[in-house]
């Protein structure tokens, strides 16, 4: 490790433990307390369907979102960076008590590339009977929907959700969510789909690939292909205290019409579980995805682009376990501050099946060991230090060096 990130590491380190000796006690849990000027009601401490607390409601105007600053200090010779990795803006309008509109734009690595993280209009029916229409965000595992950075404790999104499900990932379409007195939550949509290969002026603009997996095919719901449309949907269980089951899935065309690859059917199956008792969570996800016409596919690629090799999977399997403990949990129970220290092993390969003819990079077969901690010195705030061990089957691999800053509102 280069003589700065241990220095970096010490820094970090002190800053994240040192800081929580400003801990104060708790208070009794409320619904939270009001901003007052000229003795009026102007914000409210509002929390959300997953229990995150926002502040920002004004009548029925909402106001919310999140950001998060990203250090990377990579091994070797490879360039480290800083990155306002991203910065996303949030508001809503209640129409009435059951027609609300919901909406986040995400400006990402300092305003340099700003997209719809998601927009819909809820129609709030019955607890267990809602209606949603617009762009929605897939309900693919946990963090595709709800990713605020002092959710998970890395500095980085786990690797899972960046090549076997892109996080983020968007759709329009249509459908039903809701979640009964025994703990069971469920959503069911009709969506778009995304496409497996866009070719532009004779040119691959972007595609599904080897390296990637099914990240360049998703389209953002800007002007995007619809001649294929799919349906996905989640069945999550949280009905014993401190532990949740869920399971997702994702099946729909991504051919979107292109001759010679009509039969591009892609299915993603994923299940996750995570327990939490007396300071300690174990958490973990498994998903595996098939995609059918997937010779035609790089055929084709190959034909638009001779050099082309980062060829497309027929499957994709990966997996992630990881454990974490509340520091303060039994130090100082007393406290509102939180320091967690966390090791996450993932192993995934995006090539872990290849269609007849073509081969597989064994670059692409990878694992990622990640511990550090994540000092949270009110829930909406997280300041991060971490180390990630990257390795792969081909005997390559960059570790790296994390720090950042997250927070939502």
């Known amino acids: 490790m280069k003589r700065t990130h241990y220095i970096s590491l010490v820094l970090a380190t002190t800053l994240l433990i040192g800081t929580s000796a400003l801990a104060s006690p708790k208070g009794n849990k409320t619904d939270g307390p009001a901003i007052q000027t000229d003795d009026q009601q102007i914000f409210k401490v509002t929390e959300d369907s997953e229990g995150l607390q926002r502040i920002g409601s004004f009548n029925k105007m909402h106001f919310f979102g999140y950001g998060e600053l990203h250090y990377n200090g990579k091994m070797g010779a490879t360039a480290n960076d800083i990155d306002f990795h991203r910065l996303v803006l949030g508001f809503g309008y209640d129409f009435t008590d059951w027609v609300n509109f919901r909406a986040e734009l995400d400006f990402e690595h300092a305003f340099t590339e700003p997209e719809l993280e998601y927009a819909y209009v809820d129609f709030n029916i019955k607890k267990w009977f809602n209606a949603r229409l617009g762009a929605i965000l897939m309900p693919l595992g946990v963090y595709n929907q709800h990713h605020e950075p002092p959710l998970f404790y890395s500095v980085e999104r786990p690797e899972f959700y960046r090549v076997i499900i892109p996080t983020s990932w968007q759709e329009g379409g249509a459908g039903l969510y809701g979640n009964f007195e025994n703990g069971l939550e469920y959503e069911l949509y009709m969506v778009s789909t995304p496409t497996s290969a866009v070719i532009s002026g004779g040119n691959i ?27 996905t949907g989640r069945l999550q269980y949280k009905g014993v ?13 991504t051919s979107q019409g292109k001759g010679g690859i009509g039969g591009g059917d892609l299915t993603i199956l994923e299940a996750d579980a995570k327990y939490s008792f007396q300071g300690i969570e174990i958490d973990s996800a498994l998903a595996w995805t098939n995609l059918g016409d997937t010779g035609a596919l790089n055929t084709l690629l190959l034909a638009t682009d001779p050099t082309f090799s980062n060829f497309a999977a027929k499957n994709m399997l990966g997996w992630y376990v990881e454990g974490a403990y509340h520091v303060f949990h039994h130090l ?12 996450r092993y993932e192993d995934f390969n995006t090539q872990f099946k290849m269609p007849a003819g073509f081969a597989a990079n064994p670059a692409n077969d990878r694992n990622t060991l990640t511990f550090g901690l994540s000092y949270l010195p009110i829930p909406q705030v997280a300041i991060k230090a971490d180390y990630m061990t990257n390795w792969n089957q081909a005997n390559g691999g960059v570790d790296q060096f994390n ?5 939502y509102y």
């Open 205 to 231: 603009d972007r595609s599904f690939n080897g390296s990637n997996g099914l990240r360049g095919g998703r389209n953002g719901v800007a002007e995007a292909d619809a001649n294929d449309f799919g349906v």
């Open 241 to 253: 205290p401190g532990l949740r089951l869920g399971t997702s899935f994702f099946y729909g065309n």
């Open 332 to 343: 100082m129970p007393n406290t509102k501050h939180d320091l967690v220290g966390f090791v």
């Open 403 to 407: 720090l950042g800053v997250g927070f």
